[in-house]
């Protein structure tokens, strides 16, 4: 068992670490909580606490905790130290080594690694002295992820989101787990959310995929060890962290970084491509009486078209979205595509953008049925199956 010390700054997204210690305790992992003093005007002490079944910490003038020089204990007996959310003040304040309440002193005297998870206004997060700061406590050895990119509390667009919970989870374990992996030297391909195929300049033909599950898929690849290129269509989704990202538009544009990013050892296509795509027009189609006609044009098919190349991955995983006879269509999916496995979901409902799913695992040997979880801990036990299946090369 792993012992997180978990720092929680002031902000709106200091809700989210109730569930980032739920999830850090399901997993297994000791976790023990620094509240701030503008941290509790969004969530409690009795919350946190009753969640991580331990003391919550507040306050560097507590006559019990301190008569044993109790900031000093914190900062030490942990395996890791996280701050989520990591505000721009309290980045600001860790940049200049500032020791003015509980949580900057335990972290100047901390000498145990330290991972932050930034949350604050776009133009915060893009600000010059921001930036000043975050280079200079990744210089100073302290790891810090990228913030998502989307709609923000204040009601303005851009990077500067909390990373969700699951993926905050999902570095601490890579953080804890140095050691060997069972994909270490393995190399994984993971194609992740939509295409956009342009009727004009304006217009394009999509579909709904929100690429959660592909960045989820890649994620929990990387945690075990593999070296993993991520072809990913048009999302707002931050880059995993040990991924080597590869940004396209167009089914053609996902095909061809597919095959440029060959040999793997393992290619999981999560993607959701268009299968048709029209040529596009050079300037804006205007509204007439009648409707434009769209002479549409097959896509190329990407996980076939793996299957049959003479660099097919040893292990070709597929997707397949379905809203009616889920398991009979993937069934014949795979079969059609020449895949090792197909995962099938239905997507009826708002599986496209939601944060769960209900997966079935298609092989020659027959249909797994998984109960519905969340995209993150499909992925989990996605990537298992697979470093399973390849074994550990080591």
């Known amino acids: 068992?792993?012992?997180?010390?978990?720092?929680?700054?002031?902000?709106?997204?200091?809700?989210?670490?109730?569930?980032?210690?739920?999830?850090?305790?399901?997993?297994?992992?000791?976790?023990?909580?620094?509240?701030?003093?503008?941290?509790?005007?969004?969530?409690?002490?009795?919350?946190?606490?009753?969640?991580?079944?331990?003391?919550?910490?507040?306050?560097?003038?507590?006559?019990?905790?301190?008569?044993?020089?109790?900031?000093?204990?914190?900062?030490?007996?942990?395996?890791?130290?996280?701050?989520?959310?990591?505000?721009?003040?309290?980045?600001?304040?860790?940049?200049?080594?500032?020791?003015?309440?509980l949580a900057t002193t335990v972290l100047l005297a901390t000498d145990k690694p330290v991972l932050a998870a930034p949350a604050m206004n776009v133009r915060m997060w893009l600000h010059p002295a921001m930036r000043r700061n975050v280079e200079r406590l990744r210089a100073d050895g302290v790891a810090i992820m990228e913030p998502e990119e989307g709609a923000m509390a204040c009601g303005e667009w851009g990077p500067g989101r909390l990373p969700e919970p699951e993926a905050i989870a999902d570095e601490i374990e890579r953080r804890l787990s140095p050691g060997p992996k069972p994909l270490a030297g393995r190399h994984a391909l993971v194609t992740a959310g939509p295409t956009h195929e342009p009727i004009d300049p304006v217009r394009y033909i999509a579909n709904r995929s929100s690429g959660k599950q592909g960045f989820a898929t890649a994620a929990a690849l990387a945690s075990l060890g593999a070296r993993v290129t991520l072809v990913a269509g048009p999302v707002t989704l931050s880059t995993p962290a040990g991924v080597d990202r590869i940004d396209v538009e167009t089914a053609q544009e996902m095909a061809d970084a597919v095959e440029t990013a060959l040999p793997a050892d393992v290619a999981v296509m999560v993607a959701a491509v268009a299968d048709w795509r029209v040529a596009p027009a050079a300037q804006k189609v205007k509204k007439g009486e009648a409707a434009p006609e769209l002479r549409l044009v097959e896509n190329p098919d990407i996980l076939a078209g793996l299957a049959r190349s003479p660099r097919r991955p040893a292990l070709l995983i597929g997707f397949a979205a379905e809203t009616e006879r889920v398991v009979e269509h993937a069934t014949a999916k795979r079969l059609r595509k020449g895949a090792d496995w197909i995962v099938a979901n239905d997507v009826s409902g708002d599986v496209m953008g939601g944060d769960s799913n209900a997966v079935h695992l298609v092989t020659a040997a027959g249909v797994e049925e998984w109960p519905r979880v969340n995209k993150a801990e499909v992925a989990r036990l996605l990537a298992r199956r697979i470093a399973d299946a390849l074994g550990n090369p080591g």
């Open 1 to 101: 068992m792993k012992r997180v010390l978990l720092i929680v700054g002031g902000g709106i997204a200091a809700y989210k670490s109730c569930e980032l210690v739920r999830l850090l305790r399901k997993r297994g992992h000791a976790v023990r909580c620094v509240l701030t003093e503008g941290a509790s005007h969004f969530v409690t002490p009795m919350t946190l606490a009753a969640l991580s079944e331990d003391q919550v910490y507040t306050s560097l003038w507590d006559l019990k905790d301190e008569h044993e020089i109790g900031h000093i204990q914190l900062s030490r007996q942990a395996d890791l130290v996280v701050v989520a959310p990591a505000t721009a003040d309290l980045l600001a304040r860790m940049a200049g080594g500032h020791a003015d309440d």
